[in-house]
Antibody, heavy 122, light 108 residues
Framework: QVQLLESGGGVVQPGGSLRLSCAAS????????MHWLRQTPDTRLEWVAF????????FYDPSVKGRFTISRDNSKDRLYLQMNSLRLDDTAVYFC???????????????WGRGTRVIVSP | DILLTQSPGTLSLSPGERATLSCRAS??????LAWSQQRPGQAPRLVIY???KRATGIPTRFSGSGSGTDFTLTISGLEPEDFAVYYC??????????FGGGTKIEMK
């Protein structure tokens, strides 16, 4: 059974930094691409970033590109999101998600964690 | 970016009734449209992908249809656990992946 557990959220001032972590279990982590997504206070879902299974490529939403960095440690079954220069509109619940595809690249979030809350406030 | 518009915003239905949810894309996404369900206090989970394919473990009362710009999610015979928010999302043109604003199915 796929389990994803996010951590690292909290309250931070604008311009500050946070590092989110996602612990994965129940599947072969190194075989799957992974996503970060977020849900804003008005319940909109937004895709944030995507990383290939081997870490060889990363993709970002334009709103976070240059500020956020997705990475992974396949030896630890962990996914990360380094968030710098945080803005008020980054306030959201952040989810990690396993991609649907394995052998075939799908770019389709399938199984999501429960999320970690990030609040950016002066 | 591809804009996805869902309608209606809220559906008020009783258990056993049929739910029909709509998602319209601002440009063609081919068949690359998916639906995810979010129950209160829970994470989203994939229900339908590539317009009409049920994800693992999804009951047969869930079905999807459509292509291009117009898509429908149908739940035939609502069960209590189906009352939730449903989001459509596309992977045809990315980055970014984009999501609709959601349709809430509430109990009448």
């Amino acid at each position: 059974q796929v389990q994803l557990l996010e951590s690292g959220g909290g309250v931070v001032q604008p311009g500050g930094s946070l590092r989110l972590s996602c612990a994965a279990s129940g599947f072969t982590f190194s075989s799957f691409d992974m996503h970060w997504l977020r849900q804003t206070p008005d319940t909109r879902l937004e895709w944030v970033a995507f990383i290939h299974h081997d870490g060889s490529a990363e993709f970002y939403d334009p709103s976070v590109k240059g500020r956020f960095t997705i990475s992974r440690d396949n030896s630890k079954d962990r996914l990360y999101l380094q968030m710098n220069s945080l803005r008020l509109d980054d306030t959201a619940v952040y989810f990690c998600a396993k991609d649907f595809g394995g052998q075939v690249r799908m770019v389709l979030p399938e199984s999501w964690g429960r999320g970690t809350r990030v609040i950016v406030s002066p | 970016d591809i804009l996805l518009t869902q309608s209606p915003g809220t559906l008020s239905l009783s258990p056993g009734e049929r739910a029909t949810l709509s998602c319209r894309a601002s440009q063609s996404v081919g068949k690359f449209l998916a639906w995810s369900q979010q129950r209160p206090g829970q994470a989203p989970r994939l229900v339908i992908y590539d317009a009409s394919k049920r994800a693992t473990g999804i009951p047969t009362r869930f079905s999807g249809s459509g292509s291009g710009t117009d898509f429908t999610l149908t739940i035939s015979g609502l069960e209590p656990e189906d009352f939730a928010v449903y989001y459509c999302h596309q992977r045809s043109s990315w980055p970014p992946l984009t999501f609709g604003g959601g349709t809430k199915i509430e109990m009448k």
